[in-house]
């Protein structure tokens, strides 16, 4: 065991390091809490993505273990509700004694408490548990049991599911008994190391299970691909997304920019186009009218180029000094003037507009000023006297003179360069030549209105400034890109549709539409997609931690130690049983078929049977099979040496006389170690129990089940009690009722009476039986019994025959048809009480005499 333990310990070194934590913990707790299943596995999942795991491996020769266990023994069943038809009023009580016998006729509850006792104790193949088929309504299912554990008494309540305390019992009934005849069996005894492989195989059960519950609960919430776009590039990187992805692919997977959203707006208009000849015409006069606006605005932009404006500002300064020469020469010819303001540039108009009407209205062929006799002046409509003329004289020589002459031609230059500068468009017709080309994007609408408007500025300044250092820069050409972008897309879009009117790459433009839609449709997931990678990423952690759950090797580890630790002690304790049964003549034996997930099995086989097909039970007699089946679940139960309860439901059913009587004593050799509960309906087998606890001077106790009532409790029958017990409990017990009976009226005292000389006729059949003959010969026994015994039969006295037959004489009577018109009176409660007396004197002296 030493060497085994060591190269265990070895073995576990090598497995993964929440396993080695795992069996650590059962080896020092025996069980696991739901606290150490979590934190099992957070450590798997730790281990699985190469973290740093803290864990605590096996100790030095904690494997050296030995098996304990716990003694336990079923005290009693109560409060039976729901179950088959049991409607007990009393508890069923095992009573203290070693073995207990459960005696019933046929229907009085036998097997439904032993189907109980299946669900309870958890056995491997429970069956149906019925409620009362004959009631209406849901019935709920509960039954109280007592039961003592290690000398501490204890009770609970059942209500469906087993009893971890009474999981140790061993139930044998007829179901058990087929199932070991023709099915594999996993071997319920196991050595310690094997318990620890198989909680250990629990264990991986458990962290799996809760593994793959968190694997089910990451569903992956990635959209469906769109069905139209399966044949892009997207679909196939889509398809291929693994934990693995990485950010940088999924940014260029998914990429989507404004000139990848105008390009699929552009295809789709094209792909939708009816007439793409009359479209690509329509968008050349869109590029024609683009141009247009761009050479536009450039031809704005060069009309207040440096040089213009220079040129203005000149001409505007030289205009403005040729006109102060001018006015001040005015001054000197108007300074005697009756008014002020002559010779200004409004009273020059005024000159001008009076010549206009002189020559074309007032005088006309005459020159101005007409200063003839008789004229009047053609602004106030008065004649003109000498000084007027003079002054009309003077006036004319201003206008003509040089100086005024160099200030006209000055600002006539200034007038002629300002109406050279180019008009700028308003803000609505700028807006709706954008419209026309196709500028919408806001950005470039705004660069183009703030290319205009610099050039108002530029205007406005240039008008007022008079240094070119004062004049508003030119806007930067920069302005005019969405402009030149809107002519180059344009042309692209034109070329798309002349192209399409050939009808040469529609299929192309199609696929095209598609890998542009389908990736658009991509990026509109992103969100989903990275969640998605996540979820992936935390799935294949999970997948590889499942992975080390993975019970392969404790099964074949297991299956190793098995080999050595059961299968060979099983076969040879199954070959005992049949020796002790008396079965060893039947061809079978047992061999181990498999190992699954941790659990060995073993099976019965007909020896050197040539059909392979053939049932164990389809070969071999029914009490054959019975009795094989008892000895391959004995050795099988027996081999764990465990110190809970035995239950026997009728173990002798179909069995002859030979296996019957090896199968009594065997549950009596039992009962030495184990509490043993047989439930039967065979005097028989009681009779064999009563022989075997007898000589082997072991106590028992026996339980009689109603015949009326299911499952409820009874008086033993008088056959299977002590004829003294038996003659007192009439004595103190029917007596009293026969006398109530008597007064309540004939009928009822005749019903009770007969009842009870019945018995007592009985009583003394079994005084005959067992303390006259000593039971030497006894009912229901193949055998007569001598050893210690026979020489009782000498002292039996003429008195004693003459005693038992005069009241044999009487108690029989009362059993037979009786004539009308010769009826037998029965005896009155008083003449019963004083043969009871005489009868139990009578059972005393016989006793004693015995001992002596």
């Avoid at 599911?161 to 009934?173: H, R």
């Avoid at 630790?565 to 079978?588: D, G």
């Avoid at 009490?623 to 002798?652: H, M, N, Q, W, Y």
Wanted: glycine share 4%; with cysteine; hydrophobic share 40%.
């Amino acid at each position: 065991m030493k060497t085994i333990a060591k190269e265990l310990e070895d073995w576990f070194k090598e497995r993964p390091k929440w396993l080695q934590d795992a069996a650590r913990r059962l080896v020092l707790n025996e069980t696991l809490t739901q606290a150490d299943i979590d934190e099992l596995v957070s450590i798997c999942v730790a281990e699985a993505i190469k973290e740093t795991v803290t864990f605590s491996g096996l100790p030095s020769d904690a494997l050296n273990a030995i098996d304990s266990t716990i003694p336990l023994r079923l005290d009693s069943i109560s409060k039976v509700q729901g179950i088959n038809a049991l409607s007990p009023r009393i508890p069923l009580d095992f009573g203290k004694a070693p073995l207990c016998i459960v005696y019933g006729r046929n229907g009085a509850g036998k097997s439904g408490y032993v189907r109980l006792l299946k669900h309870v104790c958890g056995a491997r193949h429970p069956g149906a548990l019925l409620t009362d088929i004959f009631k209406d309504g849901p019935q709920a299912q509960t039954a109280t049991f007592t039961f003592t554990e290690n000398a501490i008494g204890k009770s609970s309540q059942w209500s469906g599911k087993a009893l971890s305390e009474l999981l140790g019992t061993d139930i044998f009934d007829t179901a058990c008994g087929y199932v070991y005849v023709n099915s594999e069996n996993e071997v319920a005894f196991e050595p310690w190391l094997l318990r620890l492989f198989t909680r250990l195989t629990g264990v991986c059960e458990s962290v799996g299970g809760l593994i793959q519950t968190q694997i089910r609960v990451n569903v992956s919430k990635l959209p469906v691909f769109p069905h139209e776009f399966s044949t892009t590039t997207a679909a196939a990187w889509y398809k291929s997304i693994t934990a693995a992805t990485t950010t940088v692919g999924v940014d260029s997977a998914a990429k989507w920019t404004t000139a990848d959203n105008k390009e699929l707006t552009d295809i789709n208009k094209r792909l939708s186009e009816a007439d793409p000849a009359a479209k690509a015409s329509k968008v050349n006069r869109q590029i024609e009218t683009t141009i247009k606006l761009l050479q536009s605005l450039k031809q704005l932009s060069d009309g207040f180029s440096e040089e213009k404006c220079t040129e203005y500002l000149e001409a505007k300064n030289d205009a403005i000094a040729k006109r102060k020469a001018a006015n001040e020469d005015a001054n000197k010819v108007f300074e005697k003037a009756p008014l002020a303001g002559v010779g200004s540039k409004s009273w020059q108009l005024l000159w001008e507009a009076a010549r206009a009407y002189s020559t074309e209205h007032a005088y006309p062929g005459a020159d101005f000023p007409n200063i003839a006799d008789d004229t009047r002046c053609v602004l106030c409509q008065q004649h003109l006297d000498p000084e007027g003329c003079d002054r009309h004289q003077s006036f004319e020589t201003f206008i003509k003179g040089e100086l005024q002459k160099l200030a006209r031609k000055a600002e006539q230059l200034t007038q002629s360069l300002e109406a050279e500068f180019p008009n700028i468009p308003t803000t609505d017709a700028l807006a709706l030549t954008m419209d026309a080309v196709a500028i919408l994007e806001k950005a470039d609408r705004a660069s183009i209105v703030e290319f205009v408007s610099a050039i108002i500025n530029r205007k406005s300044s240039c008008l007022t400034a008079f240094k070119i250092s004062e004049v508003s820069s030119l806007p930067k050409r920069s302005y005019l890109m969405p402009i030149a972008q809107a002519a180059r897309s344009l042309s692209k879009e034109a070329r798309g549709y002349e192209k399409d009117a050939k009808s040469e790459n529609r299929p192309a433009l199609e696929q095209t539409r598609k890998n542009l839609a389908a990736r658009k449709w991509m990026h509109e997931q992103r969100t989903a997609i990275d969640a998605e990678i996540l979820r992936l990423s935390k799935v294949k952690k999970l997948e590889a931690a499942s992975a080390l759950t993975n019970t392969a090797a404790l099964s074949r580890k297991k299956s190793t130690l098995a080999d050595e630790l059961i299968t060979k002690a099983y076969t040879q304790r199954f070959t005992t049983e049949l020796l002790a049964l008396k079965a060893h003549r039947i061809p079978v034996h047992l061999k181990k078929t498999r190992t699954d997930v941790g659990h060995v099995y073993h099976q019965l086989f007909l020896k050197d049977c040539r059909n392979k097909n053939a049932k164990t039970s389809d070969v071999l007699s029914e009490g054959e099979c019975r009795i094989i089946s008892l000895a391959a679940f004995l050795a099988d139960t027996e081999g764990r040496g465990a110190k809970t309860p035995f239950v026997f439901d009728d173990p002798i059913s179909s069995l002859d006389q030979v296996y019957e009587e090896a199968t009594a004593k065997r549950l009596v050799e039992l009962s030495k170690n184990r509490q043993v509960i047989v439930f039967t309906h065979r005097l028989s087998l009681i009779g064999l129990l009563e022989k075997y606890t007898d000589k082997e001077k072991i106590e028992k106790t026996i339980v009689c089940l109603s015949k009326s009532r299911k499952g409820d409790i009874a008086d033993l029958p008088i056959t299977l009690t002590k004829t003294k017990q038996t003659g007192r409990r009439f004595l103190n017990e029917r007596l009293g009722a026969a006398r109530t009976a008597l007064e309540a009226g004939d009928v009822q005292y005749e019903q009770e009476a007969k009842a009870l000389c019945r018995d007592i006729r009985i009583l003394l059949e079994q005084v005959v039986e067992t303390d006259l003959l000593a039971g030497v010969v006894r009912r229901h026994s193949a055998e007569v019994q001598t050893k210690g015994k026979i020489e009782h039969l000498a002292k039996i006295t003429v008195e004693d025959c003459k005693f038992v037959d005069e009241m044999m004489t009487t108690y029989s009577r009362y059993e037979h048809s009786q004539s009308d018109e010769a009826p037998v009176d029965l005896p009155l409660p008083d003449e019963i009480e004083k043969d009871l007396n005489a009868i139990v004197g009578f059972i005393e002296t016989v006793q004693k005499r015995k001992e002596s």
